[in-house]
DNA sequence: CGCGGCTTTGATGTTCATCAAGTAAAGTGG
DNA sequence: CCACTTTACTTGATGAACATCAAAGCCGCG
């Protein structure tokens, strides 16, 4: 279960970044009140149709942003810290239209709502922060979104290669935090041509497979396949 | 061309709800300094990589948001008056990364981009219902195209045929705003595809067309089909 | 009045989902 | 810690869904 940790503002990577606008003084108020959590892999940060009443961000992790419809699931983005993929929604109503879940153990650094509106309402230059980030969230998922929508079933796989190579793990070998499933279920085919395309990407030697473990060895050919050449 | 047009602020259905907490001295500041803009049915509105000088509303019309890539266009969303669509990803960077055109005569209502980030960090309660609307838009289009992802070829037409009854002419007959192509751009599928799909509806005596003009005659076998039963 | 774009239908082939069946891996209770 | 159960992974065969190619009629516009 999601257990609070100790707290340290002080080394905190994001702190730079989102507190830029704040002051000193609403800074320590903030500090003071916020609560981290861990979450192990697996385990839900955020559940759709739960009320808001924290403003969660990613502080450590990667998590997938998913909605279920009749037992459906349908991964909307993958994730890591500076994402803040909480934010996505919560301005839009009451409760969450989203479901949130680590694909890596996690930690999430949580505030009290209604501090954040306070803030919003108070200070400009954290409001207009907090519109560019959601801004860019949304950019990210809506033209990710596009740019599978126009590849075919081989070109969508190796674009969440790419993708994880590339954006997340920033190494041509990393692990893949999902399994076969999820890749289907965010890439919108099936789990059996999900698998088939991997196959085929190391019978072609484009890729070497060790379970979980993917390297990429033909970096260039499976970029081809991406752009659908 | 667009052109302007007389300046009406006070008859604007718009005002109630943009300008809720913009004080009276600012709304005169804006007011003042605002162009409306006409647009004609095709006309385009924004280019995508055009840098963005202007905060742009639609007071009325309906427009398509959309992208192309490699001479593909790919239609995001349809958007009618309060849905904001300029909005989206004007506070991620300083070019469009969508283009919108008119598919029914539109007018804008146009502001210089550095009054509204002026307003945004003085005026909190300005800036937190500039959120809540980004957010409300981003949800919709993530909701959109999820659901219609979800959905087979017939399922995605019905999806559409309903949304523009439901949503937008609030009528069961109404003239399709975009061709045939466009259909088949906003929900993934061909052209040639998306008419087949509408004859068998014809056939299947579920709506009846007349060249734009389609009625919806069996709505419940129509939800049906969009539910995918 | 002819040209180009939109619409329509048919024929054909490709892509992908579905079904089936088996292996490997991971979690569970005694 | 091992038998047991469940979940993930894998491959093959089949058929359905959809794209592509082709051809012709229609409409609007210069």
Redesign the interface.
């Known amino acids: 279960m999601a257990k609070k940790i100790a707290c340290d503002c002080e080394n905190c990577d994001l702190q730079a970044l989102f507190y830029d606008s704040v002051m000193a003084n609403e800074l320590e108020a903030i500090c003071y009140q916020k609560a981290e959590k861990g979450f192990k892999k697996g385990e839900r940060i955020i559940q759709a149709g739960d009320q808001i009443q924290e403003f969660i961000y990613l502080k450590k992790g990667l998590v997938k942003l998913y909605?279920t419809?009749d037992d459906?699931e349908?991964i909307?983005s993958i994730a890591k810290p500076l994402d803040f993929v909480s934010m996505?929604?919560?301005?839009?109503g009451n409760n969450y239209?989203y479901s949130v879940s680590a694909i890596e153990d996690s930690i999430t650094c949580n505030l009290e709502f209604d501090l954040i509106?306070d803030l919003?309402?108070?200070?400009?230059?954290f409001?207009?922060s907090?519109?560019?980030r959601?801004?860019?969230?949304?950019?990210k998922?809506?033209?990710d979104?596009?740019a599978i929508?126009?590849k075919h079933l081989k070109g969508r796989v190796a674009f969440v290669l790419l993708y994880f190579a590339d954006t997340i793990y920033f190494s041509d070998e990393f692990e893949l935090p999902i399994s076969r499933r999820e890749v289907a279920e965010f890439i919108?085919m099936t789990t059996e041509n999900v698998i088939r395309t991997l196959s085929e990407f190391r019978k072609d030697e484009i890729i070497k497979i060790n379970g979980k473990i993917i390297e990429i060895v033909d970096k260039q050919k499976l970029k081809n396949i991406s752009s659908y050449g």
Do not use: H, P
Request: overall charge positive.
């Open positions: 909605k419809t459906v349908q909307i996505l929604s919560i301005f839009s239209n509106n919003i309402k108070t200070n400009g230059t409001a207009k907090v519109l560019k959601m801004s860019l969230i949304s950019d998922i809506i033209l979104n596009l929508r126009r919108g």
